[in-house]
């Protein structure tokens, strides 16, 4: 039996599919990125918001219409499975979320748990490690508890483990994530532990870099800035997703906090680690959002507080406390206020980005660009994968290696991505 697999949504999606590979593998499936010599295609979704439900249900039709054995798995299917069981009858069958040996027991292939846990998929430079599952937080836009379920944090000897698998791999950075970085462990050890964890993870050997991503801003604590600035692996990159600076929208999304604690953590963060990166993500077009508010967070974005900015405009979803409040704004006002904050934001990362030429950065090599002719490229401290901007190498006396970290000097700099030569 050959197997596709297609993986849509967030980093936390990939890693499960990546964990269904391994697993397919293990069970002697022979696994194909090209898909139309699969006898079967296994379809992994997104349900988060609006755009994510119309590319998974686009992605299943286009598959479907090849003729092949679908199979569709993830949040999609948790949040709407009655409904696509009726409206999709070119679907053989649909899973939940982490359905992995069910999946197996369907296809007729037994269980077995030899080889690793994950086939990866990104490049060897790099990679995701989910250290929990689901959400307590109850902020009023969100159907993510709906689909996930309440916060489970994984075991941190568990954890520890795969890290360790992971750096024998030559994995060199690892990307902490989960819905609720900042809660892990409250559930299982009845207190914050991230801390803790980060502090057993720098011990893994052949790691050098670690990065958080989705740091809920209630709980980035002093402990966990202190931490970030003494420590050599954990790099200072605060992604931290504020949705919104104005208090009567933060109110009505329930986040938790107003303005002045926003603004009290940035400065927090700055003090602390000068150098330290931020990055957020916002919400435009929520039901209570006036012009005032609009123009209240379009003039903290201009202050210029985040490296990297994310917007999304307001997806009303069904099962969600914010639901009853309606959808007053039009789409192409919300479109309109997405744009104007994503332009003033690429004259700010522009900016920051120029402040960097002649400096020298430690850059770790993840691969030659297909691109610009297959110019190596990578990324510092200041980007993530995926979301954030890269650094393409000039180096014309030897072949890089995936994963090397090299020392970098950067020559150009672009709205979002650099440009550098390698130093010795």
């Known amino acids: 039996m050959k197997v596709g697999v297609i993986s849509l949504g967030c980093s936390k999606n990939l890693v499960d599919s990546e964990v269904l590979l391994a697993r397919l593998k293990s069970a002697g499936v022979e696994l194909t990125s090209d898909i139309d010599s699969a006898d079967c295609i296994i379809i992994n979704t997104c349900g988060?918001?609006?755009?994510?439900?119309r590319e998974s249900i686009e992605t299943i039709l286009e598959t479907a219409d090849s003729g092949?054995?679908?199979i569709v798995m993830g949040c999609l299917v948790?949040?709407?499975?009655?409904?696509?069981e009726k409206e999709l009858p070119e679907v053989e069958r649909f899973f939940g979320t982490q359905s992995w040996d069910e999946i197996l027991k369907y296809l007729g292939l037994e269980p077995k748990?030899?080889?690793?846990?994950?086939?990866l998929t990104t490049p060897r430079a790099y990679t995701y490690v989910k250290i929990a599952e689901g959400c307590n937080r109850l902020c009023s836009f969100c159907a993510i508890p709906k689909i996930r379920g309440r916060h489970r944090s994984r075991p941190m000897e568990d954890i520890i483990s795969e890290v360790r698998d992971l750096a024998e791999k030559g994995v060199k950075e690892i990307n902490i994530v989960s819905q609720d970085t900042t809660f892990y462990g409250k559930d299982l050890y009845g207190e914050f532990r991230l801390v803790d964890l980060l502090r057993e993870l720098e011990k893994v050997e052949g790691i050098e870099w670690i990065r958080l991503?989705?740091?809920y801003p209630t709980e980035v604590s002093s402990e966990l800035i202190s931490f970030i600035r003494d420590s050599e692996k954990v790099v200072p990159?605060?992604?931290m997703p504020i949705q919104h600076i104005s208090t009567p929208v933060l109110r009505s999304m329930r986040r938790g906090y107003d303005e002045r604690f926003v603004r009290d953590l940035v400065e927090t963060i700055r003090r602390a680690i000068p150098q330290a990166v931020l990055r957020t993500t916002l919400i435009v077009g929520f039901p209570t959002e006036t012009e005032e508010d609009f123009r209240r967070l379009k003039g903290f974005i201009e202050e210029g507080h985040f490296h990297w900015l994310g917007v999304f405009t307001y997806s009303h979803e069904e099962d969600t406390p914010a639901f009853d409040l309606g959808d007053p704004i039009p789409q192409e006002v919300k479109e309109e206020r997405r744009n104007q904050l994503m332009e003033i934001q690429r004259e700010i990362t522009k900016k920051k980005n120029e402040s960097l030429l002649g400096k020298r950065l430690k850059v770790l090599v993840e691969g030659y660009s297909e691109e610009f002719s297959f110019v190596p490229k990578g990324r510092a401290y200041l980007q993530a994968p995926e979301v954030d901007g890269v650094i393409y190498i000039e180096s014309e006396e030897r072949f890089l290696k995936e994963g090397e970290i090299l020392e970098v000097e950067i020559t150009q700099a672009k709205d979002y991505d650099l440009a550098g030569i390698i130093r010795n």
């Open 48 to 53: 988060f918001i609006e755009e994510a439900k």
């Open 68 to 70: 092949k054995r679908v």
């Open 78 to 84: 948790e949040r709407y499975r009655k409904e696509l």
């Open 113 to 119: 748990y030899r080889g690793p846990r994950r086939l």
């Open 213 to 215: 991503l989705y740091l």
């Open 237 to 239: 990159y605060f992604d």
